[in-house]
């Protein structure tokens, strides 16, 4: 309240026009416009439906790649190199030459999102699994347990909160992802394509609304993780 | 000669020939040991750092194939489908995500077995009944380690390995966790090999000990402990416990380490 009654003071007092520093006031006033109108809805519901499979499938191929990396010295020597290459180009470069690949708007942009959030995971993975103590893995060797006992009662418990905590970072990078992917191939749909237009248009309150939206889809992506969180390493409130 | 061999089958449990381990990165650990456990006996295994005990442990439990020689279980022919084993490490390694019955639950688990009296009956065995409920990161360490021997105990294996399982304990809790160890060897049929860095633990509650040392480990001498049992911790103060504790220490010593 304190940050937002301070801005409406600077713009008022710094007298800054409403297309280069738009107070509190006149983005609110944006707001509701582009709230009842129905635009901002529509808007970040294409781009939410471009996050949230970005994540899971970036999720779903980031995982057993890990487990392969982690648990295979041959895979970890093959693969690595083009892995960490890879990170070396910055997915706003590669991102253009996805749109001409890909014809599908909407893959293309699913896809910039699945770039970005798979190396975070890919890493937590395999961290994760690195993690788990040597001893545990005699123990369940001992009792003579199947390779899936050992995924499914070691080291996939075992593994959780670190690839948890992946999965926070990769939740809100996944918004990052699909933005560039809107930016690149602005074709009348997301939130993206809705800044790039507000920019054109001068219209400096509306992409004040935009980025807050953006912020309120990150931030939910994140609470939603971590409420899957609470509950999976539930045993960690034990005290 | 069949005669022979089916002979010391009878009274021998577990035997080890002639084994050796070289790592794969050609460090070698120990160097033709050669051993037998009775059944049911307790054999504790002493000695220097690094000579290789944890080796000759992960051998004898089948997790570690010798590079030669030949580890073969009164049962079983040589580790063909060796019997799931008991082990217990100095780090009581619980899962802590799983509360302490779940982590003695594990090894059912693992079998398929459903017996939830057999986890009760040695949470009491163990004394902690009370602490069901409770996740490792609520127990003191000596707790957490009688939870580890639960879970080692629970699905009745009839080889306890212990690494230093009391290594990390305070020296109070140590002995306390020694009694308790052979209170619960005494309630079960079980054959317990123990490696540890303490000679008095090692005489206090072995039937026999061995001696490791050098680089790499042999076994350089068996130590018959013929002390009465049960062993009370006032037997420490007697010349005989104290004549058998110089003797291991000058054994270890004369190797030079
Ligand atoms: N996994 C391993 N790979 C390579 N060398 C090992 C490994 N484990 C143990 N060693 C080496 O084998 C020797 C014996 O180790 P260990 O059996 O752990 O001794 P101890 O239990 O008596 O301290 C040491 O020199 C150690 O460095
Ligand atoms: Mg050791």
């Known amino acids: 309240m304190l940050l937002l009654a301070l801005w409406q003071v600077l713009t008022v007092v710094g007298g800054y026009d409403r297309f280069i520093l738009p107070g509190p006031l006149d983005v609110w006033e944006q707001f509701s416009i582009v709230a009842t109108d129905g635009r901002l809805l529509r808007h970040s519901l294409v781009t939410i439906s471009e996050v949230i499979p970005g994540l899971l499938i970036g999720f779903l191929v980031a995982t057993p790649l890990g487990y392969l990396l982690a648990r295979s010295p041959l895979a970890e020597r093959l693969l690595s190199p083009y892995l960490i290459a890879s990170q070396a180009i910055p997915v706003i470069a590669i991102a253009p030459l996805l749109t001409i690949w890909v014809r599908s708007t909407y893959w293309s942009r699913v896809l910039v999102a699945v770039l970005v959030v798979f190396f975070p995971i890919l890493i937590n993975v395999i961290a994760g699994l690195r993690s788990v103590p040597s001893e545990l893995y005699e123990l369940m060797q001992s009792l003579r347990a199947t390779r899936w006992q050992i995924f499914r009662q070691l080291e996939a418990p075992a593994a959780m909160p670190i690839l948890l905590a992946g999965l926070k970072v990769g939740a809100t990078l996944s918004v990052i992802g699909a933005l560039v992917g809107e930016f690149v191939q602005p074709k009348s749909q997301g939130l993206g394509f809705l800044l790039v237009t507000a920019r054109y248009q001068f219209k400096t309150d509306l992409v004040f609304v935009v980025l807050l939206t953006l912020s309120a889809i990150a931030l939910s992506m994140y609470g939603l993780v971590a409420l899957a969180e609470r509950w999976l390493l539930r045993w960690k409130r034990a005290t | ?257």
């Open chain 2, 1 to 257: 000669m069949t005669s022979l061999a089916t002979q010391t089958r009878d009274t021998t449990f577990l035997c080890a020939e002639g084994v050796s381990h070289v790592y794969p990165d050609g460090v070698q650990a120990i160097a033709d040991v050669s051993l037998s456990l009775a059944p049911g006996s307790f054999t504790a295994l002493v000695g220097p750092s690094g000579v290789g005990k944890s080796t000759l442990l992960r051998i004898l439990g089948g997790l570690l194939k010798p590079s030669s020689g030949a580890v073969s279980l009164r049962s079983s022919p040589p580790h063909l489908s060796p019997d799931p084993v008991g082990i217990v490490f100095q780090r009581d390694n619980l899962m802590p995500w799983r509360t302490a019955y779940d982590n003695v639950c594990l090894p059912l688990e693992v079998q398929g077995v459903r017996a939830p009296e057999r986890v009760q009956s040695l949470l009491e065995l163990v004394g902690l009944d009370g602490f069901a409920h409770s996740y490792p990161s609520q127990l003191s360490g000596g707790m957490a380690q009688r939870v580890a021997l639960a879970r080692a105990l629970v699905h009745r294996p009839e080889l306890l390995l212990l690494d230093e399982p009391f290594g990390a304990l305070d020296a109070l809790t140590r002995e306390r966790m020694g009694q308790e160890l052979m209170r619960i060897w005494h309630a079960m049929p079980v054959t317990v090999f123990m490696v540890t860095h303490s000679i008095t633990e090692a005489v206090r509650l072995a039937d026999e000990v061995l001696v490791m040392t050098g680089y790499p480990g042999r076994i350089t001498e068996h130590v018959v402990v013929n002390l009465p049992r049960p062993r009370e911790l006032s037997l420490e103060a007697t010349t005989a416990f104290q004549k058998l504790v110089m003797d291991i220490r000058a054994a270890i010593e004369e190797a030079g380490v």
